[in-house]
Protein backbone atom coordinates (compact mmCIF):
# COMPACT_ATOMS: atom_id res chain seq x y z
CA UNK A 1 0.00 0.00 0.00
CA UNK A 2 0.99 3.46 -0.65
CA UNK A 3 0.43 7.14 -0.12
CA UNK A 4 -0.17 9.55 -2.82
CA UNK A 5 1.27 12.91 -2.69
CA UNK A 6 -0.30 15.20 -4.78
CA UNK A 7 2.27 18.45 -5.11
CA UNK A 8 5.02 16.60 -3.63
CA UNK A 9 7.75 18.47 -5.42
CA UNK A 10 7.02 21.17 -4.00
CA UNK A 11 7.56 23.21 -0.71
CA UNK A 12 5.66 21.64 2.02
CA UNK A 13 4.82 18.05 -0.10
CA UNK A 14 8.13 17.53 -0.56
CA UNK A 15 8.94 17.58 3.12
CA UNK A 16 6.10 15.48 3.78
CA UNK A 17 7.54 12.83 1.73
CA UNK A 18 10.34 12.81 3.53
CA UNK A 19 9.15 12.58 6.85
CA UNK A 20 6.56 9.58 5.78
CA UNK A 21 9.24 7.79 4.01
CA UNK A 22 11.24 8.00 7.00
CA UNK A 23 8.34 6.68 9.18
CA UNK A 24 8.31 3.50 6.65
CA UNK A 25 5.35 4.09 4.43
CA UNK A 26 6.29 3.65 0.12
CA UNK A 27 5.14 6.87 -1.41
CA UNK A 28 4.05 8.08 -4.86
CA UNK A 29 4.54 11.51 -5.69
CA UNK A 30 2.25 12.68 -8.30
CA UNK A 31 2.99 16.30 -9.50
CA UNK A 32 2.81 18.54 -12.76
CA UNK A 33 6.16 20.06 -12.34
CA UNK A 34 4.57 23.82 -12.93
CA UNK A 35 5.82 24.92 -9.46
CA UNK A 36 7.24 21.73 -8.42
CA UNK A 37 10.68 20.75 -8.61
CA UNK A 38 11.83 17.31 -10.22
CA UNK A 39 15.09 17.23 -7.86
CA UNK A 40 12.59 17.66 -4.63
CA UNK A 41 11.73 14.39 -4.88
CA UNK A 42 14.32 12.52 -3.01
CA UNK A 43 12.10 9.68 -1.90
CA UNK A 44 9.52 7.34 -3.43
CA UNK A 45 8.30 6.94 -7.16
CA UNK A 46 7.75 9.79 -8.95
CA UNK A 47 4.57 10.44 -11.83
CA UNK A 48 3.86 13.01 -13.39
CA UNK A 49 0.73 14.01 -14.59
CA UNK A 50 -1.63 17.07 -13.70
CA UNK A 51 -5.00 16.71 -11.60
CA UNK A 52 -6.98 18.49 -14.51
CA UNK A 53 -6.70 15.57 -16.36
CA UNK A 54 -8.66 12.69 -14.95
CA UNK A 55 -6.72 10.32 -17.35
CA UNK A 56 -3.72 11.07 -15.54
CA UNK A 57 -4.92 10.46 -11.81
CA UNK A 58 -6.82 7.15 -12.71
CA UNK A 59 -3.74 6.13 -14.69
CA UNK A 60 -1.78 6.54 -10.96
CA UNK A 61 -4.25 4.60 -9.08
CA UNK A 62 -4.51 1.87 -11.84
CA UNK A 63 -0.74 1.02 -11.26
CA UNK A 64 -0.17 1.43 -7.58
CA UNK A 65 -2.63 0.85 -4.61
CA UNK A 66 -2.70 3.77 -3.22
CA UNK A 67 -4.02 3.98 0.55
CA UNK A 68 -4.65 6.69 1.11
CA UNK A 69 -3.88 10.52 -0.56
CA UNK A 70 -1.86 13.76 1.09
CA UNK A 71 -2.98 16.66 -1.27
CA UNK A 72 -0.45 19.77 -1.78
CA UNK A 73 -1.69 20.63 -5.17
CA UNK A 74 -2.71 24.13 -5.42
CA UNK A 75 -2.06 27.13 -6.75
CA UNK A 76 -1.50 29.93 -4.24
CA UNK A 77 -0.53 33.59 -4.78
CA UNK A 78 -3.01 35.55 -2.82
CA UNK A 79 -2.57 38.17 -5.25
CA UNK A 80 -3.06 36.60 -8.21
CA UNK A 81 -6.06 34.55 -7.45
CA UNK A 82 -7.43 37.97 -6.97
CA UNK A 83 -6.54 38.94 -10.53
CA UNK A 84 -7.30 35.52 -11.89
CA UNK A 85 -9.38 33.88 -9.83
CA UNK A 86 -11.29 31.32 -12.80
CA UNK A 87 -7.58 29.61 -12.37
CA UNK A 88 -7.86 29.41 -8.98
CA UNK A 89 -11.56 27.98 -8.74
CA UNK A 90 -10.28 25.47 -11.33
CA UNK A 91 -7.00 24.10 -10.03
CA UNK A 92 -7.38 24.07 -6.64
CA UNK A 93 -11.52 23.07 -6.78
CA UNK A 94 -12.19 21.33 -9.74
CA UNK A 95 -9.35 19.71 -10.01
CA UNK A 96 -9.50 18.83 -6.03
CA UNK A 97 -13.10 16.99 -7.21
CA UNK A 98 -11.44 14.75 -10.37
CA UNK A 99 -9.67 13.96 -7.03
CA UNK A 100 -11.85 12.98 -5.25
CA UNK A 101 -13.71 11.01 -8.23
CA UNK A 102 -11.03 8.60 -8.92
CA UNK A 103 -10.59 8.03 -4.99
CA UNK A 104 -14.36 7.02 -4.60
CA UNK A 105 -14.02 5.10 -7.92
CA UNK A 106 -11.04 3.08 -6.38
CA UNK A 107 -12.37 2.74 -2.87
CA UNK A 108 -9.85 5.12 -1.46
CA UNK A 109 -11.51 7.21 1.17
CA UNK A 110 -8.43 8.82 3.09
CA UNK A 111 -7.13 12.45 2.76
CA UNK A 112 -4.68 14.68 4.26
CA UNK A 113 -5.03 18.35 2.73
CA UNK A 114 -3.53 21.59 2.50
CA UNK A 115 -5.48 24.03 4.12
CA UNK A 116 -4.41 27.32 5.34
CA UNK A 117 -5.31 29.75 8.15
CA UNK A 118 -6.49 32.32 4.83
CA UNK A 119 -9.53 30.46 5.43
CA UNK A 120 -10.75 32.49 8.63
CA UNK A 121 -10.11 35.84 6.62
CA UNK A 122 -10.06 38.84 9.77
CA UNK A 123 -10.27 37.18 12.68
CA UNK A 124 -12.82 37.89 15.07
CA UNK A 125 -10.63 36.82 18.05
CA UNK A 126 -6.93 35.78 18.91
CA UNK A 127 -5.88 33.43 19.42
CA UNK A 128 -8.01 31.87 16.06
CA UNK A 129 -9.29 28.40 16.99
CA UNK A 130 -11.23 25.71 14.76
CA UNK A 131 -14.34 26.89 15.31
CA UNK A 132 -14.04 30.60 14.69
CA UNK A 133 -16.81 31.76 11.50
CA UNK A 134 -14.42 31.11 8.48
CA UNK A 135 -14.82 34.20 6.15
CA UNK A 136 -12.01 34.18 3.65
CA UNK A 137 -11.20 37.65 2.12
CA UNK A 138 -9.71 36.40 -1.44
CA UNK A 139 -10.12 33.81 -3.98
CA UNK A 140 -7.33 31.67 -2.71
CA UNK A 141 -8.94 31.40 0.82
CA UNK A 142 -12.31 30.67 -0.88
CA UNK A 143 -10.70 27.91 -2.76
CA UNK A 144 -9.54 26.09 0.65
CA UNK A 145 -12.74 26.76 2.31
CA UNK A 146 -14.83 25.33 -0.93
CA UNK A 147 -12.21 22.42 -0.50
CA UNK A 148 -13.37 21.79 3.06
CA UNK A 149 -17.13 21.79 3.05
CA UNK A 150 -16.50 19.47 -0.48
CA UNK A 151 -14.82 16.89 2.76
CA UNK A 152 -17.95 17.75 4.93
CA UNK A 153 -20.50 16.66 2.33
CA UNK A 154 -18.23 13.78 0.95
CA UNK A 155 -17.79 12.67 4.88
CA UNK A 156 -21.67 12.12 5.03
CA UNK A 157 -22.68 11.29 1.73
CA UNK A 158 -19.83 8.74 1.03
CA UNK A 159 -17.76 7.82 4.14
CA UNK A 160 -14.95 10.06 3.03
CA UNK A 161 -12.60 10.93 5.87
CA UNK A 162 -10.36 13.91 5.37
CA UNK A 163 -8.28 15.53 7.48
CA UNK A 164 -7.78 19.39 6.85
CA UNK A 165 -4.98 21.01 8.37
CA UNK A 166 -4.88 24.89 8.27
CA UNK A 167 -1.26 26.12 8.16
CA UNK A 168 -0.49 29.00 9.15
CA UNK A 169 3.00 31.07 7.89
CA UNK A 170 4.78 27.20 6.60
CA UNK A 171 8.77 28.54 6.93
CA UNK A 172 12.31 27.16 7.61
CA UNK A 173 13.22 24.01 5.50
CA UNK A 174 14.41 20.16 6.02
CA UNK A 175 16.79 20.74 9.45
CA UNK A 176 18.97 18.30 7.41
CA UNK A 177 19.54 20.76 4.47
CA UNK A 178 18.17 18.07 2.02
CA UNK A 179 15.13 19.80 0.68
CA UNK A 180 13.89 23.67 1.01
CA UNK A 181 12.03 26.82 -0.32
CA UNK A 182 12.40 27.71 -4.01
CA UNK A 183 9.39 29.58 -5.04
CA UNK A 184 9.23 31.37 -8.49
CA UNK A 185 8.35 34.42 -8.04
CA UNK A 186 8.85 34.35 -4.37
CA UNK A 187 6.94 36.13 -2.27
CA UNK A 188 7.25 35.15 1.06
CA UNK A 189 8.94 37.47 4.05
CA UNK A 190 11.83 34.95 5.14
CA UNK A 191 12.87 33.91 1.78
CA UNK A 192 12.78 36.95 0.72
CA UNK A 193 15.14 38.33 3.01
CA UNK A 194 17.63 35.65 2.87
CA UNK A 195 17.86 36.85 -0.87
CA UNK A 196 18.17 40.47 0.34
CA UNK A 197 20.97 39.12 3.39
CA UNK A 198 22.97 37.11 0.46
CA UNK A 199 23.14 40.79 -1.77
CA UNK A 200 20.67 39.27 -4.17
CA UNK A 201 17.97 42.06 -3.42
CA UNK A 202 18.69 45.59 -2.89
CA UNK A 203 16.04 45.92 0.30
CA UNK A 204 13.35 44.05 2.10
CA UNK A 205 10.11 46.16 1.75
CA UNK A 206 8.17 46.37 5.04
CA UNK A 207 3.97 46.25 4.51
CA UNK A 208 2.98 48.55 7.00
CA UNK A 209 4.86 49.54 10.24
CA UNK A 210 1.14 51.33 11.05
CA UNK A 211 -0.54 48.40 12.29
CA UNK A 212 -2.13 48.12 15.50
CA UNK A 213 0.66 45.79 16.93
CA UNK A 214 3.99 45.87 19.55
CA UNK A 215 6.09 47.77 16.67
CA UNK A 216 3.51 48.61 13.99
CA UNK A 217 4.26 46.11 11.94
CA UNK A 218 2.41 42.37 10.72
CA UNK A 219 2.53 39.66 13.37
CA UNK A 220 2.40 35.99 12.01
CA UNK A 221 2.61 32.92 13.26
CA UNK A 222 5.76 30.99 11.69
CA UNK A 223 5.63 27.29 11.63
CA UNK A 224 8.41 25.09 10.06
CA UNK A 225 8.03 22.77 7.60
CA UNK A 226 9.32 19.96 9.35
CA UNK A 227 7.08 20.40 12.34
CA UNK A 228 3.75 20.12 9.70
CA UNK A 229 5.27 17.29 7.88
CA UNK A 230 5.11 15.52 11.29
CA UNK A 231 1.84 16.78 11.62
CA UNK A 232 0.58 15.37 8.48
CA UNK A 233 1.96 11.83 9.59
CA UNK A 234 0.19 12.11 12.46
CA UNK A 235 -2.89 13.17 10.75
CA UNK A 236 -2.15 10.31 8.48
CA UNK A 237 -2.59 7.88 11.40
CA UNK A 238 -5.42 9.74 13.26
CA UNK A 239 -7.34 8.43 9.74
CA UNK A 240 -5.92 4.74 9.96
CA UNK A 241 -7.04 4.54 13.14
CA UNK A 242 -10.67 5.14 12.19
CA UNK A 243 -10.43 9.11 12.53
CA UNK A 244 -13.18 10.90 11.17
CA UNK A 245 -13.11 14.22 9.14
CA UNK A 246 -11.38 16.68 11.31
CA UNK A 247 -10.03 20.31 10.61
CA UNK A 248 -7.24 21.29 12.32
CA UNK A 249 -5.11 24.21 13.26
CA UNK A 250 -0.93 24.21 12.38
CA UNK A 251 1.02 26.85 14.27
CA UNK A 252 3.60 27.66 17.07
CA UNK A 253 0.85 29.53 18.98
CA UNK A 254 3.05 32.71 19.16
CA UNK A 255 3.14 35.87 16.80
CA UNK A 256 6.38 37.41 15.47
CA UNK A 257 6.37 40.97 13.61
CA UNK A 258 7.76 41.53 10.63
CA UNK A 259 10.54 43.50 12.22
CA UNK A 260 10.86 40.73 14.63
CA UNK A 261 12.26 38.38 11.60
CA UNK A 262 14.24 40.94 10.53
CA UNK A 263 16.23 41.16 13.60
CA UNK A 264 16.00 37.18 13.38
CA UNK A 265 17.64 36.96 10.09
CA UNK A 266 20.21 39.55 10.83
CA UNK A 267 21.41 37.53 13.91
CA UNK A 268 21.39 34.09 12.15
CA UNK A 269 22.72 35.33 8.97
CA UNK A 270 25.31 37.99 10.77
CA UNK A 271 24.44 40.21 7.00
CA UNK A 272 22.67 43.44 7.32
CA UNK A 273 20.83 44.43 4.44
CA UNK A 274 18.74 47.75 3.67
CA UNK A 275 14.61 47.81 5.25
CA UNK A 276 12.43 50.07 3.67
CA UNK A 277 9.38 51.24 5.26
CA UNK A 278 6.71 50.27 2.65
CA UNK A 279 2.60 51.11 2.90
CA UNK A 280 0.24 48.08 3.65
CA UNK A 281 -0.24 45.45 1.79
CA UNK A 282 -4.09 44.73 0.57
CA UNK A 283 -5.32 42.14 2.34
CA UNK A 284 -2.99 41.90 5.58
CA UNK A 285 -4.57 41.27 8.69
CA UNK A 286 -2.93 42.93 11.63
CA UNK A 287 -1.98 39.55 13.89
CA UNK A 288 -2.60 36.19 12.70
CA UNK A 289 -1.99 33.60 15.23
CA UNK A 290 -3.35 30.15 16.04
CA UNK A 291 -4.31 28.29 18.80
CA UNK A 292 -3.31 24.63 18.03
CA UNK A 293 -4.54 22.85 20.83
CA UNK A 294 -6.75 20.46 19.25
CA UNK A 295 -4.07 19.53 17.07
CA UNK A 296 -1.77 18.94 20.17
CA UNK A 297 -4.94 16.86 22.13
CA UNK A 298 -6.16 14.76 19.20
CA UNK A 299 -3.38 14.32 17.11
CA UNK A 300 -0.63 14.50 19.75
CA UNK A 301 1.70 16.60 18.06
CA UNK A 302 4.47 18.62 19.77
CA UNK A 303 6.13 21.14 17.01
CA UNK A 304 9.66 20.70 17.63
CA UNK A 305 11.42 23.86 15.99
CA UNK A 306 9.13 26.89 17.31
CA UNK A 307 11.90 28.79 17.44
CA UNK A 308 12.39 31.64 15.11
CA UNK A 309 16.27 31.69 14.87
CA UNK A 310 15.86 28.23 14.57
CA UNK A 311 13.32 28.50 12.02
CA UNK A 312 15.29 31.35 9.86
CA UNK A 313 18.78 29.24 10.46
CA UNK A 314 17.54 26.46 8.74
CA UNK A 315 16.38 28.29 6.00
CA UNK A 316 19.30 30.08 5.78
CA UNK A 317 21.36 26.69 5.15
CA UNK A 318 19.07 25.65 2.75
CA UNK A 319 19.36 28.76 0.83
CA UNK A 320 23.18 28.77 1.01
CA UNK A 321 23.50 25.39 -0.39
CA UNK A 322 20.84 25.85 -2.97
CA UNK A 323 20.99 29.18 -4.06
CA UNK A 324 24.86 29.67 -3.83
CA UNK A 325 25.23 26.83 -5.99
CA UNK A 326 22.80 27.11 -8.45
CA UNK A 327 24.60 31.05 -9.23
CA UNK A 328 27.84 30.03 -8.41
CA UNK A 329 28.04 32.43 -6.01
CA UNK A 330 29.37 31.72 -2.51
CA UNK A 331 27.05 33.69 -0.20
N1 LIG B 1 5.76 40.96 4.23
C1 LIG B 1 6.54 42.11 4.16
N2 LIG B 1 7.38 42.26 3.09
C2 LIG B 1 7.49 41.33 2.09
C3 LIG B 1 6.70 40.15 2.18
C4 LIG B 1 5.85 40.01 3.26
O1 LIG B 1 6.48 42.98 5.04
O2 LIG B 1 8.26 41.55 1.15
C5 LIG B 1 4.87 40.76 5.39
C6 LIG B 1 3.41 40.58 5.04
O3 LIG B 1 2.73 41.82 5.06
C7 LIG B 1 2.94 39.65 6.17
C8 LIG B 1 4.19 38.85 6.55
O4 LIG B 1 5.29 39.58 6.01
O5 LIG B 1 2.56 40.41 7.29
C9 LIG B 1 4.20 37.46 5.97
O6 LIG B 1 3.91 37.54 4.59
P1 LIG B 1 4.04 36.31 3.61
O7 LIG B 1 3.74 36.81 2.23
O8 LIG B 1 5.35 35.62 3.84
O9 LIG B 1 2.92 35.30 4.11
P2 LIG B 1 1.33 35.52 4.29
O10 LIG B 1 1.14 35.99 5.69
O11 LIG B 1 0.88 36.49 3.26
O12 LIG B 1 0.80 34.14 4.09
Same mark, same amino acid.
Request: with cysteine.
Given at each position: ???????????????????????????????????????????????????????????????????????????????????????????????????????????????????????? %???????? &???? +?? *? @????? #????????????????????????????????????????????????????????????????????????????????????????????????????????????????????????????????? %???????? &???? +?? *? @????? #??????????????????????????????????????????
Amino acid at each position: MAILICGGAGYIGSHANKALSRAGYETVVFDNLIYGHREAVKWGSFVKGDLNDPEDIEAVFERYNIEAVMHFAAFAYVGESVTEPEKYYYNNVVNTLNLLRTMRAHGCNKIVFSSTCATY %GEPAYLPI &TEDM +PQ *D @PINPY #GFTKFAVERIFKDYSAAYGLRAAALRYFNAAGADPEGEIGEDHDPETHLIPLMLDAAAGKRPDIKVFGTDYPTRDGSCIRDYIHVTDLADAHIRALRYLENGGRTAFFNLGNEKGTSVLEVIDAVRRVT %GKDFKVTL &TDRR +PG *D @PAVLV #GSSERAKRVLGWEPMYGDINTIVEHAWNWHKRHFGKEDGENV
